[in-house]
């Protein structure tokens, strides 16, 4: 099931329709001539144009409703048969007048029509089953609440259709204001006074500019039957449109309005708005790349004809902007499920992301950190539902080939073997198991309580080689934690400085209890570091330096210590030759290599959980690298996971 869904994504990304099933038609980068936009006359030529075909489209309706089969209705016939007011005269007036005096707007006495109706229905029909179903709508029409039901509908249906002006009735107010004024120049009566003195108020010249701009420019038309709008957009060099469009059958519509655009900081074009012209030529049966190879060629004021969206839209509110870290690489290139390749964002694991718009659930709009001043656009990025959806896809269907392979196997390995089914390599994956973005907050440190660093690497990286010169040189700033072992204490060891002697229970009670970041058996002996050896070196206001295996940090970083974890990487492996060869070291080429290998597997499986990394390429540079990256948590704010802050 889960495979043929996939199949249909593929098949869906790589059909023609789908490859450009939405397009952005202006992006920073377009090469943009210049089109100058036509007057606005002749827009509203075109407005009146529609109106004139709108008008004769209503006056056609208008006679069709009143060409009426008198023997269609009761009310009709019983009409024609009155010589008073005939159904048959042949004037428009007559039949209008007819309908006026003969239709009641009184909803009891139609329901009392209709029963009749109803009982002469009855009455013609042989069939027994059909007047049985007469008999049951007789019932219902009898009944009190089915009458109230139908009162209350007459009444609503009344006031619905009565006729309320949307728009100004005029835009020459002042010119009709000065006329009467002269008019009452002579005037000595008290009304005509009062009138004089309310028309020289500056009320009437403010209506004439909004009713203008209502009437000649923004006002809302109608185009062959549909309500229309025109929206005025002002085209940049920096500041694109930014809007995408996308085909349904033979109209363009408005598919997504992109922040930090024209149009998204206008308010003026909405998702779902149908273009019909963009200054003045015709948008309908045109494939989404044409408009936007039209739209790239033009510069200035665009104006745009839109068919307002049908769509309920939510009431305005205020965006929050979340901030993301990344936990994989995203190439919008190399993704055929983007809507709009265009916009896409490109990111690498650890980058953080700045998302202002959630609107769509699957494609979230973002920007890059320290990138919003270069790009004026915000980017698409996969939401993190969706990006789980499909990691699960991927998992799933590559258990499922594993599953396969393994029953090849089996069928070879022994005719037996075939008749039994192989374990299954599948498991259901929990969305929480798949990492897509951690939301983050900016935290600045206090002064008196540092946050505690773990430096962590393969072995013959050189971190511990760090840590060590780090405490030698500032003893006063940095310290390690006391560990905890079940060994016996030595004569010069003493308990709380060099380790906390423990007893073997005490120290299985501690483990249980999940206190130690990590821990370990040597010699059978058991040690591990608590988190509140780590605390008390905090207390103290110095810097608590660990070495850390890749086991404890889930450990170490769930914890509510805010650590700070550099990652050190070894340098290629002849440069790790010469630096091991300099501390008296003579590695086999096979150990290089491993060393290398593992420091891949590390950031590829733990790399989320680096907030820094060093290249350990010279002892000298890595650790003035490192101090730098310490001593920046004291003069600048960092991100951390939100979660922390709570």
């Given at each position: 099931?889960?495979?043929?869904?996939?199949?249909?994504?593929?098949?869906?990304?790589?059909?023609?329709?789908?490859?450009?099933?939405?397009?952005?038609?202006?992006?920073?980068?377009?090469?943009?001539?210049?089109?100058?936009?036509?007057?606005?006359?002749?827009?509203?030529?075109?407005?009146?144009?529609?109106?004139?075909?709108?008008?004769?489209?209503?006056?056609?309706?208008?006679?069709?409703?009143?060409?009426?089969?008198?023997?269609?209705?009761?009310?009709?016939?019983?009409?024609?048969?009155?010589?008073?007011?005939?159904?048959?005269?042949?004037?428009?007036?007559?039949?209008?007048?007819?309908?006026?005096?003969?239709?009641?707007?009184?909803?009891?006495?139609?329901?009392?029509?209709?029963?009749?109706?109803?009982?002469?229905?009855?009455?013609?029909?042989?069939?027994?089953?059909?007047?049985?179903?007469?008999?049951?709508?007789?019932?219902?029409?009898?009944?009190?609440?089915?009458?109230?039901?139908?009162?209350?509908?007459?009444?609503?249906?009344?006031?619905?259709?009565?006729?309320?002006?949307?728009?100004?009735?005029?835009?020459?107010?002042?010119?009709?204001?000065?006329?009467?004024?002269?008019?009452?120049?002579?005037?000595?009566?008290?009304?005509?006074?009062?009138?004089?003195?309310?028309?020289?108020?500056?009320?009437?010249?403010?209506?004439?500019?909004?009713?203008?701009?209502?009437?000649?420019?923004?006002?809302?038309?109608?185009?062959?039957?549909?309500?229309?709008?025109?929206?005025?957009?002002?085209?940049?060099?920096?500041?694109?449109?930014?809007?995408?469009?996308?085909?349904?059958?033979?109209?363009?519509?408005?598919?997504?309005?992109?922040?930090?655009?024209?149009?998204?900081?206008?308010?003026?074009?909405?998702?779902?708005?149908?273009?019909?012209?963009?200054?003045?030529?015709?948008?309908?049966?045109?494939h989404v790349n044409e408009v936007h190879d039209l739209l790239q060629q033009m510069q200035g004021t665009l104006t745009f004809l839109l068919i307002?969206?049908?769509?309920?839209?939510?009431?305005?509110?205020?965006?929050?902007?979340?901030?993301?870290?990344?936990?994989?690489?995203?190439?919008?290139?190399?993704?055929?499920?983007?809507?709009?390749?265009?916009?896409?964002?490109?990111?690498?694991?650890?980058?953080?992301?700045?998302?202002?718009?959630?609107?769509?659930?699957?494609?979230?709009?973002?920007?890059?950190?320290?990138?919003?001043?270069?790009?004026?656009?915000?980017?698409?990025?996969?939401?993190?539902?969706?990006?789980?959806?499909?990691?699960?896809?991927?998992?799933?269907?590559?258990?499922?080939?594993?599953?396969?392979?393994?029953?090849?196997?089996y069928a070879k390995k022994s005719k037996r073997q075939k008749k039994k089914s192989p374990s299954t390599l599948s498991r259901d994956f929990d969305?929480?198991?798949?990492?897509?973005?951690?939301?983050?907050?900016?935290?600045?440190?206090?002064?008196?309580?540092?946050?505690?660093?773990?430096?962590?690497?393969?072995?013959?990286?050189?971190?511990?080689?760090?840590?060590?010169?780090?405490?030698?040189?500032?003893?006063?700033?940095?310290?390690?934690?006391?560990?905890?072992?079940?060994?016996?204490?030595?004569?010069?060891?003493?308990?709380?400085?060099?380790?906390?002697?423990?007893?073997?229970?005490?120290?299985?009670?501690?483990?249980?209890?999940?206190?130690?970041?990590?821990?370990?058996?040597?010699?059978?002996?058991?040690?591990?570091?608590?988190?509140?050896?780590?605390?008390?070196?905090?207390?103290?206001?110095?810097?608590?330096?660990?070495?850390?295996?890749?086991?404890?940090?889930?450990?170490?970083?769930?914890?509510?210590?805010?650590?700070?974890?550099?990652?050190?990487?070894?340098?290629?492996?002849?440069?790790?030759?010469?630096?091991?060869?300099?501390?008296?070291?003579?590695?086999?080429?096979?150990?290089?290599?491993?060393?290398?290998?593992?420091?891949?597997?590390?950031?590829?499986?733990?790399?989320?959980?680096?907030?820094?990394?060093?290249?350990?390429?010279d002892p000298e540079q890595a650790f003035h690298e490192l101090r730098r990256l310490i001593d920046k948590l004291d003069t600048e704010p960092q991100?951390?996971?939100?979660?922390?802050?709570?």
């Amino acid at each position: 099931m889960i495979m043929s869904h996939m199949n249909g994504y593929v098949q869906e990304a790589s059909g023609q329709a789908i490859s450009h099933r939405e397009r952005a038609v202006d992006c920073p980068g377009d090469d943009s001539g210049l089109i100058k936009s036509p007057h606005c006359s002749a827009h509203m030529e075109r407005i009146q144009h529609y109106q004139e075909e709108l008008k004769k489209r209503r006056e056609e309706d208008s006679r069709g409703k009143h060409d009426i089969d008198p023997n269609a209705s009761l009310r009709l016939k019983k009409l024609a048969q009155n010589p008073k007011v005939g159904i048959d005269n042949p004037t428009f007036e007559g039949k209008e007048k007819a309908t006026k005096d003969t239709f009641s707007q009184d909803p009891v006495a139609d329901m009392v029509e209709l029963l009749q109706a109803l009982k002469w229905a009855k009455h013609c029909l042989a069939d027994a089953q059909s007047q049985e179903d007469v008999e049951l709508i007789m019932q219902l029409l009898a009944k009190e609440d089915f009458k109230n039901a139908y009162t209350i509908y007459s009444a609503v249906s009344e006031q619905m259709t009565r006729v309320i002006p949307t728009s100004p009735l005029t835009s020459q107010a002042e010119d009709l204001c000065q006329e009467v004024q002269k008019i009452l120049q002579s005037s000595q009566h008290k009304e005509g006074l009062e009138l004089k003195v309310l028309l020289t108020k500056p009320h009437l010249q403010a209506h004439d500019s909004v009713a203008g701009q209502e009437m000649e420019e923004d006002n809302l038309t109608q185009y062959i039957g549909e309500t229309v709008k025109l929206v005025r957009l002002e085209k940049a060099r920096d500041t694109p449109l930014g809007a995408t469009v996308r085909n349904d059958m033979d109209s363009v519509l408005v598919s997504r309005v992109v922040k930090g655009g024209a149009a998204e900081k206008s308010g003026l074009l909405s998702e779902g708005d149908e273009i019909l012209e963009i200054n003045g030529v015709s948008i309908r049966g045109k494939h989404v790349n044409e408009v936007h190879d039209l739209l790239q060629q033009m510069q200035g004021t665009l104006t745009f004809l839109l068919i307002p969206s049908s769509q309920i839209k939510p009431a305005p509110h205020r965006q929050t902007v979340m901030h993301v870290r990344a936990y994989f690489d995203y190439d919008p290139s190399d993704d055929p499920f983007v809507p709009c390749r265009e916009l896409g964002l490109s990111f690498q694991k650890g980058d953080i992301l700045h998302v202002i718009s959630q609107d769509d659930p699957n494609w979230w709009q973002a920007y890059r950190d320290g990138d919003e001043d270069n790009q004026p656009l915000a980017g698409l990025i996969p939401g993190k539902s969706f990006q789980q959806q499909r990691e699960t896809l991927k998992k799933t269907i590559t258990d499922r080939s594993r599953e396969h392979q393994g029953r090849l196997w089996y069928a070879k390995k022994s005719k037996r073997q075939k008749k039994k089914s192989p374990s299954t390599l599948s498991r259901d994956f929990d969305y929480d198991d798949i990492l897509t973005y951690e939301e983050m907050s900016l935290y600045h440190q206090p002064a008196n309580r540092k946050r505690p660093i773990g430096l962590i690497g393969p072995t013959n990286s050189g971190h511990d080689e760090l840590r060590r010169r780090l405490l030698s040189i500032e003893p006063e700033k940095f310290a390690v934690a006391v560990p905890h072992t079940t060994r016996n204490s030595r004569i010069h060891e003493r308990n709380g400085r060099e380790y906390h002697f423990v007893s073997r229970p005490a120290f299985d009670t501690d483990l249980a209890a999940g206190k130690f970041i990590e821990s370990g058996e040597y010699e059978k002996n058991f040690y591990g570091t608590s988190t509140d050896s780590v605390r008390h070196v905090i207390n103290s206001g110095r810097i608590c330096l660990l070495c850390l295996h890749t086991r404890s940090l889930q450990v170490f970083r769930s914890s509510n210590l805010k650590p700070y974890v550099i990652f050190i990487a070894p340098p290629s492996q002849e440069r790790l030759r010469t630096l091991l060869a300099a501390e008296g070291k003579t590695p086999k080429p096979e150990e290089l290599k491993e060393v290398i290998e593992k420091a891949r597997e590390m950031e590829h499986n733990f790399g989320h959980f680096f907030d820094a990394t060093i290249v350990n390429m010279d002892p000298e540079q890595a650790f003035h690298e490192l101090r730098r990256l310490i001593d920046k948590l004291d003069t600048e704010p960092q991100w951390v996971p939100t979660s922390w802050l709570c």
